[in-house]
């Protein structure tokens, strides 16, 4: 089956993914029933409704701004997000990044609209045509999925959760809750207790299995709270998913003092970091598990609940459709036969903050991924602000690194000068990074900056804004993947869109080839990606 397109939903085939309860396609499209005035994800396990009493829209807030309730089976709310946000470069998706990010909840509607340098109006005509919905009305989306996940999986008071989760008063929080779910926040929680109960341990790995049935497939819950605000996550994923792939960036790429990578004793790896927030800081502990990724996040501040996972997600590529990816470079005959050994399910990692991300690339530049790491962690520990938890310290600020970064970074005087002027750039506002910018836009700027070259300019942009059509023909690991699999990189437009998840097919396989022929001493061997 096709992708759904965003604007333009296809009747027929929306229907058949209903009819075969195709999770695939959850989050993508919702389906809206007349007759019960309720809206679901695809997979819904009730009885399919009648072609003549449904319609399908673009998003949960579309079918809200209808009138129609959330279904308490399904959970629509929790499916994974659209990968469609980052196949398009246009206004609508770039609104819905910065609005999964919680830039309408900080600053209002005119805050998003100067970020992305359009005017109210026009932001709001553009939204409600395309998505069926104002930017008020996605944001009200996004603030009741928040409420939502805290009132059924937290002991916090109701007061406390429609602060978290960006109301502006308690009669608002009420109100919406009840509009959206078709029942008032107490209930919720009560009914939510009464299915915790109903599947005890006592019942054991079936009920378990049960619970998450009903909470709909994949769908987030809270394993355990702690006064002090910890909470454990299950945040859900499209599968396939190359987890070896996923854990070897994030193992390979680790800098001590800033990030810990952890492997179980059966294999299974734990990545911890802490995450500048809007209100302060965060503490993440991310596990990589079928269907889903366990996250237990230490919050400084609730209000940074929902931002703190819109970046986990994007940091994992957890809304990616790897199906649609898949069939179109490994099933479609545009790939040779000598490409058999590249992985279903392989992500395109994200980035835990957007000026980090630059600045740990520049400093990699040129050398290896360990020598980067040395750097870095140098870097951190100078001047990277200490915290509470396992992870020491932050990374440094762009301002920090701007003004002492010379006095800590080691290696050729022009590339330290580079850093530290696109730090002085970052610190000043003259460049400004985030998910809402274009791919054209922010990579002109990204070239502008010395020391700044066509990879570590497509690279950031790739990561930061999750395109998933940039190939990165300049890499030489890239360069050589395709050389072993007779793939000509010069011949780019019968990958797109995907060209991205390409880069990291070939960068994949030949690091995977080199581990197979390391000799055992290699530090390379020290590293499965298998």
Not at 390 to 419: C, D
Not at 426 to 438: D, F, K, M, Y
Request: contains cysteine.
């Amino acid at each position: 089956m096709n992708r759904v397109s965003i604007t333009v939903l296809d009747f027929e085939r929306c229907y058949r993914a209903v009819t075969a309860r195709d999770s695939r396609f959850d989050g993508q499209f919702y389906t809206a029933v007349r007759t019960t005035g309720i809206y679901c994800r695809p997979s819904c396990p009730a009885i399919t409704p009648k072609p003549a009493n449904v319609t399908f829209l673009p998003t949960a807030a579309a079918a809200q701004q209808a009138g129609y309730r959330a279904c308490r089976r399904c959970l629509p709310d929790a499916a994974p997000g659209s990968p469609l946000w980052n196949t398009r470069a246009d206004l609508a998706a770039r609104a819905m990044r910065l609005i999964g990010d919680g830039v309408v909840e900080r600053g209002g509607v005119s805050a998003l609209a100067a970020t992305l340098g359009y005017s109210q109006r026009q932001l709001t005509r553009v939204l409600t045509s395309e998505l069926g919905a104002g930017p008020l009305a996605l944001a009200r989306a996004h603030r009741a999925h928040t409420a939502r996940l805290l009132i059924q999986t937290t002991d916090m008071p109701m007061s406390d959760i429609a602060f978290a989760a960006g109301f502006a008063s308690i009669r608002q929080f009420n109100d919406t809750v009840r509009e959206v779910f078709a029942v008032s926040p107490s209930t919720m929680r009560t009914e939510a207790q009464r299915r915790s109960r109903t599947d005890s341990p006592r019942q054991g790995r079936a009920g378990a299995q049960r619970q998450d049935r009903e909470a709909g497939q994949g769908a987030d819950a809270l394993a355990g709270t702690t006064a002090c605000g910890t909470l454990t996550l299950r945040l859900p994923y499209r599968e396939p998913l190359d987890r070896g792939w996923l854990e070897w960036f994030l193992s390979a790429h680790t800098t001590p003092g800033l990030e810990i990578w952890q492997t179980g004793p059966i294999g299974e790896g734990t990545y911890l970091r802490n995450l500048r927030t809007p209100h302060g800081y965060a503490g993440i502990r991310l596990s990589v598990l079928p269907g889903h990724v366990r996250a237990e996040l230490a919050l400084r501040d609730m209000r940074d609940l929902a931002p703190t996972v819109a970046r986990i997600r994007h940091l994992l590529d957890l809304d990616a459709d790897p199906v649609a990816v898949d069939e179109a470079l490994l099933h479609s005959g545009q790939l040779p036969g000598a490409a058999a050994p590249f992985t279903p399910g392989i992500r395109v990692p994200g980035c835990a903050d957007p000026a980090e991300l630059l600045l740990r690339t520049m400093i990699g530049q040129q050398i290896s991924v360990a020598a980067a790491n040395t750097h870095t962690a140098r870097l951190v520990a100078a001047l990277g602000e200490p915290t509470d938890g396992p992870i020491p310290r932050l990374f440094p600020t762009s301002a920090a690194i701007a003004e002492h970064g010379a006095e800590v970074l080691a290696g050729p005087a022009q590339r330290i000068r580079s850093i530290t002027a696109a730090a002085a750039a970052l610190a000043s506002g003259e460049l400004v990074l985030h998910q809402g910018r274009t791919a054209a836009d922010l990579r002109r700027d990204l070239l502008a900056l010395p020391g700044v070259g066509p990879w570590t300019a497509d690279y950031v942009t790739m990561r930061l804004l999750a395109d998933p059509d940039i190939l990165l023909t300049t890499d030489l690991v890239v360069r050589r993947g395709a050389a072993r699999h007779g793939i000509d990189l010069s011949d780019t437009t019968r990958w797109s869109p995907w060209r991205s998840y390409l880069s990291m097919q070939l960068w994949r396989s030949e690091l995977r080839a080199r581990t197979a022929t390391a000799k055992p001493a290699d530090s390379d061997a020290k590293v499965s990606i298998s």
